[in-house]
């Protein structure tokens, strides 16, 4: 049984690297089951006994890199009184970078985008939980609705970390990109920009 195991684990992992490596190459639309298998080196009931199709593997692989990085990030949670620690996002391009090319066809949109999608909703309702829970363990009223706020941290955050991964090395390391990140939350753009002070009101 442990045996069978470790071969399913493996032929798992491989059609995994197969269809990844594949979409990177040609786009996930122009890759078949037959493909997969191929690069993979293994026949197709081998694939079929563990997926219905293409769709199904890729919905796998999506869920499994959810499910590590809930796993990492579960720790680094900070109690709702804590502060923007940047330590989760830190995190998430720590394992970005682990998993470099499964990042990059989710984060490409592949598959119709579905499954960045599922990464951008999960990642938001993590953020808006935390960050209602910190308003009120703060005893303070948001000023912006927390789902949009939520959406526009991590919007932030995905669309640096596709540009971070799509260059080959990183321009800079996942620690400097954490920090700009974490100074653009707290200090504004208009800081971030160069400005001094309150920025000059709006005209009436």
Known sequence: MAQEDRRSRRSRRLLRDALVALVLERGYADITVEDITERADLGRATFYSHYTDKGALFTQIAADLQAELDERLRPLLNPPSVGFS????LEMFRHAAEERDAYRVILRG??????LRRLVDARTAAAATVFRARAEALGVTPRIDVEVLARAWVGEQIAVLAWW???????????EVTRMLLDLSLRGRYWANGFEGEPPAAPQ
């Open 86 to 89: 940047g330590k989760p996002v």
């Open 165 to 175: 991964l799509e260059s080959d090395p990183p321009r800079l390391s996942a620690e």
């Open 110 to 115: 592949e598959g119709d985008g579905r499954a």
